[in-house]
């Protein structure tokens, strides 16, 4: 006995610490947070639903008419009719020769297979072969190709060499690539096609004894290159699902006959119409379980496609949960209250102006359709609160696309307000309900309410959820700010600086779809540690003597240095926002303070085994924002320091210093391409070719009498 009490203690032991182990990592994490979503959401809409009188399953025979309580779109059949006018469409557009275009891909394609054909005659260049070798040869290139060659023409490679194979290759794909993206090529045409590819191989540079084996392998790459128009064919596609009415449940239909034999598909219109009663309240419970738990993996599903950076962090993923709940248990709150119409006044678009605000806009509005699905359970099925809500909630995102300010959100607001009373007053013309067209005014309410509890919520979730909003960036760029006072104040030079840098980074993040306002204001920030000691970096020494002359290049490099821990101790004292931290570390890296480690290294020639300490501490930049940060830094130091700048000094420099850093591997650790870095460079010269144009030079004399007629005209 007491050996069984002792095994089942050590497996409850191990049950346990593997239960802790998964619930550490992210993805049960993620599960878990899910499944309490759901369960909030569920226990606050499953009261809401009332069983109905209809119990009828699929092989029985109905006992009495059963009529169609209300009027509903048949998502089924709807779906058939628009696949059927897609179709049709589609065939209509197939008729038409002038609705095909030529496909692209099918000149990729030919390219592609001639080029790995020609790889596979490589080795046979410039060296004689037997007849075995050739023919294994010409098996080699079916198998990497699927051309097939006649072993005989492959003699002609050995008296070319590797150069000349290859640039009979670069000739044979332009031809071939050229002609199937400029030519019509039909099954009708495609041996005629063939034949004049055939020809064109005869060009200078081809070599002559080459040209039967082009030939022979150019006609097996040649297909049809024509495709429906995709454009036309979406066009058609859009036109033929607007075009096609819903197929309705019309109320008052009859949906089932007495004496019939129920179907499945009356089934379905049963449980369409909300009529098929269920059996016992587990079965409601479950039934709401799925749907609601279908709706939020929707949104993680959108989460976990679209928006990457929300999967990774925890925070914005509880956020979001939260603001779903939080808008369904104030939605249960109001249509609980003895009030006939408490559903119109729901706030559903404070939840859509938040998650746009904080998360996302384009989660925001898939958002706005599940909070105004959830609140249309909770208000017992009412489609009128369903629509409202969307439409708020919609309006919302999209009123809060451009928001510059808190006072922004009042007048988002309004726009809310006016919309859903439109949609109010809408409804009741539709349903010819004059109680409807006498409440619309609800829906003026419903906005400001909306827009009162964002903006009282929006300081808390920025603080609790570490939250940079636009509003937030938008409140820091502004130069009345503390740090930035101090800034301009005490290190004048440094302040220019990162103005200068802001101008930079911002253009360059527009350019490659970055946060340009993020950007901007970490470059405000990112060198606010140099107010501790201002006169030890250069941009600061107006007159006078450098204070490193008198200091050993390793002490001045620890004060260089320290700027960077300066500055995240003034951002905590300041609570800047993380997003905006990152920049003070990440905008150095791990670089090496060049200039005093050259100085170190002219006295001593083994300082190279002390590189560390000439190094910032880090970490290098882990966001394409942080990174432009670190370039337009480096940039717009280097070309202050130019003499007389021109347009080419400039773009010399500043690519070398995109290029020092890549090579440096100061960016390997964030999510930029070559292609962005390119885009950055050319917005760099655009701006500083504009702030360092090139002035006319007046003479002296000149000068001298405008400066003094100057001085004369001021008094």
Known sequence: MIEKKAALASAWTRWLQAGKAWSGRPAARQFLLAAAVVGILVATTAGNFVPQR??????????????????????VRTEAMVRQAENQAVNALQQDPGNYVIDQMVSVQAGQQLSSAFVALKPLAGKPHTEQELEAASRTVAEKSGLELDAALLQALAELTPAQLEQAQNLAV??????LLSQRVESANLAQAAHVLQGKMAI????????????????????????????????????????????????GQVIIRRGEVVTADQVRLLQLLGLQHQQTDFLVVAGMILLVAGLVAILA?????YLPEVMRSQKMQVLVGLLLVLVVLIGKLIVSWPWRDGGLVIPAAFGSILVAILVDARLAVLASLIISMLLGMVAGGNYSVMFVSLAGGVVGVYSVSRVGQRSDLMRAGLMIGIVQTAAIFGLGLIFRDSHYLQVSYLGILSGLVSSVLAIGLLP????????????????LANPSQPLLRRLLLEAPGTYHHSI????????????????????????????????????????NQMR??????????????LIIIAHVKDGLEMATQARLPAAVKAFIPEHHGTDLVRYFYHRAAEHDPGVAQYEESFRYPGP?????????????DGVEASVRALDKPTPGKIEATVRKIVRDRLNAGQLDEADITLRDLELISQAFVRVLTGAFHARIEYPEALVRQVGGEQKASNG
Do not use: C, W
């Open 174 to 179: 332009s031809q071939v690539q050229d002609f």
């Open 204 to 251: 200078p540079g081809m070599p002559a004894r080459l040209l039967p084996l082009v030939q022979a392998l150019v006609p097996q790459v040649v297909r049809p290159n024509l495709t429906l128009d995709p454009d036309k064919v979406r066009l058609a596609r859009a036109q033929a699902r607007v075009t096609t009415p819903p197929a309705r449940i019309l109320q």
């Open 301 to 305: 599903l959108y989460i976990h496609r």
């Open 544 to 557: 006078g003597q450098n204070p490193h002359d008198r200091l050993s290049p390793s002490l001045s490099t």
């Open 620 to 632: 290098k930049p882990q966001s394409k924002a942080t990174a432009i940060l670190m370039l337009a």
């Open 500 to 539: 200068m840098v802001g101008n930079l980074a911002e253009a360059a993040a527009e350019a490659v779809h970055a946060d340009p306002l993020l950007v901007r204001v970490g470059a405000y920030y990112h060198d606010i540690g140099k107010m501790r000691r201002p006169y030890f970096f250069v941009e």
């Open 54 to 75: 209809v119990r009828l399953h699929e092989g029985e025979v109905a006992n009495a008419d059963v009529v169609a309580p209300q009027t509903v779109v048949d998502p």
């Open 460 to 475: 808390y979730l920025e603080s609790g959820f570490d939250i940079t909003s636009s509003i937030r960036l938008l409140e």
